[in-house]
Structures are given as C-alpha cells and as structure tokens.
C-alpha cells in the first residue's frame, strides 16, 4: 500500500537514514478513504518514533547592565536630604549568548492527531515547546566600572545578574513567533511525506490543536 513506503521514508528521516527503494508505485490520484484508514495506526506508529523532532533555531545576544549608586538619606533639624554620592558607583555590562530550540515531541502522538475526511488529510500536531539549550557569558567583553567607595562585583551578584539575563530571554520568547516557525518547518518535513500517499500539497492541513496559545508554550530549562 502508498502509506506502507510513507512509514518507510518517515523512519528513514527521523533515524537519519535514507529510504530503501521500493517496488511499489504509489497510486495515481488520491489515496482511497480505506487505504488511508487502515493504514494510519502504520502511519502514526512511525511518526511517533521520530520522538523530539527539533524544527528551530534562534540564536540571541543580549547585554545585561547593572547600575547602582551609593546614595546618603536622612533628616537634619526636620529638613530630609537625599543625594548620590559621586565616588559610590558602580556600572556593569555582561554580555549574554543564548540558544532556543523550538521542537515537537511526538512521544505521545496517536490516531486522534490523524484526519482522513472528504479526501484530505489534516494533522493536528502536539503543542511545540521551546527549550533554553545553553547560555555562556564571555568574561573577556565584561565591562565594569567600580568606584573607590565601593566593592567589586563577586561571584553571587554576578551569577544573579546571569539568571536576570536568562529570565528575560525566556520573557522575550513571544517576540520570535516560535509556534509558527516550528509549525512551518515541521510542515516541510511532513509535507512531501504525505505526497507520497497521493494527496496534493491543498488536500495536507497540518495544525495545532485549535484552542492552543502562546501561554500554553510549554518552556524547558537546562
């Protein structure tokens, strides 16, 4: 059967392997309903064992400043005062590099995903998440300055200056418009797969769930 080679080609590119060559000639046309149907318990067997199925990449440089001052407060005769002192200051720029992966874990991916209705095939794709792989600060572009009054930044400040930087990558996440992107480069994977089966490329709808939201972007942290 067509989806019989589908499963072949879609094991073959999530273990990174290329397909054997087949015998059978896909059908001309469209897939029929019940060939379709008792093959996507097959279909669905070999798209779950592509497991974590990265489909982006995002790359960000962020700087972090810090600046503080020492300042004097108090009250003469009932009169308040409040001023910086100049030799008191502090400033510190830390360079951040971090790297986001969006991906879709198929672990859990079963026949309810799978469409077959009227001719067409529709996808509905587990939520994609997002994972924060690595951040590395590059301690040679650090810049700080640090007045006489005042001590140098120590290791605990500076650990919490990068968990600052990682949180506000992680609040900036909305703004790279991962969903859509990994939804775009999972449906180029999936895509000529399913062509094999004899649907043309407007008969293939691959989706999300149609209640899911950037708030239901699940978020992992290394």
Same mark, same amino acid.
């Given at each position: 059967?067509? @989806?019989?080679?589908?499963?072949?080609?879609? @094991?073959?590119?999530?273990?990174?392997?290329? #397909?054997?060559?087949?015998?059978?000639?896909?059908?001309?046309?469209?897939?029929?309903?019940? !060939?379709?149907?008792?093959?996507?318990?097959?279909?669905?067997? =070999?798209?779950?064992?592509?497991?974590?199925?990265?489909?982006?990449?995002?790359?960000?440089?962020? *700087? %972090?400043?810090?600046?503080?001052?020492?300042?004097?407060?108090?009250?003469?005769?009932?009169?308040?005062?409040?001023?910086?002192? #100049?030799?008191?200051?502090?400033?510190?720029?830390?360079?951040?590099?971090?790297?986001?992966?969006?991906?879709?874990?198929?672990? $859990?991916?079963?026949?309810?995903?799978?469409?077959?209705?009227?001719?067409? @095939?529709? %996808?509905? /794709?587990?939520?994609?998440?997002? =994972? /924060?792989?690595?951040?590395?600060?590059?301690? $040679?572009?650090?810049?700080?300055?640090?007045?006489?009054? &005042?001590?140098?930044?120590?290791?605990?400040?500076?650990?919490?200056?990068?968990?600052?930087?990682?949180?506000? *990558? *992680?609040?900036? *996440?909305?703004?790279?418009?991962?969903?859509?992107? !990994?939804?775009?480069?999972?449906?180029?994977?999936?895509?000529?797969?399913? &062509?094999?089966?004899?649907?043309?490329?407007?008969?293939? &709808?691959?989706?999300? &769930?149609?209640?899911?939201?950037?708030?239901?972007?699940?978020?992992?942290?290394?």
């Amino acid at each position: 059967m067509v @989806l019989s080679l589908v499963t072949v080609l879609l @094991l073959a590119g999530c273990s990174g392997n290329s #397909p054997q060559s087949s015998s059978s000639e896909p059908a001309a046309g469209n897939a029929s309903e019940k !060939t379709a149907t008792d093959s996507v318990g097959k279909l669905v067997t =070999q798209i779950r064992k592509c497991s974590k199925l990265y489909a982006s990449e995002f790359k960000i440089h962020r *700087i %972090i400043t810090h600046d503080d001052e020492l300042k004097l407060k108090g009250s003469i005769l009932g009169m308040g005062y409040d001023f910086k002192i #100049p030799a008191g200051t502090r400033r510190i720029a830390i360079p951040i590099d971090a790297t986001l992966k969006g991906f879709i874990d198929f672990q $859990d991916f079963n026949s309810d995903q799978v469409i077959f209705d009227d001719g067409k @095939l529709e %996808i509905i /794709l587990p939520d994609p998440q997002v =994972q /924060l792989t690595s951040t590395k600060i590059n301690h $040679d572009e650090v810049e700080s300055y640090v007045a006489l009054l &005042r001590s140098d930044f120590t290791d605990k400040e500076l650990s919490r200056y990068e968990a600052e930087g990682r949180a506000s *990558i *992680i609040e900036s *996440i909305p703004e790279f418009k991962i969903p859509e992107r !990994t939804r775009a480069s999972v449906s180029r994977i999936l895509i000529p797969l399913i &062509r094999q089966l004899g649907f043309h490329d407007d008969e293939i &709808r691959i989706t999300f &769930r149609k209640d899911f939201n950037e708030s239901n972007l699940k978020i992992i942290q290394d």
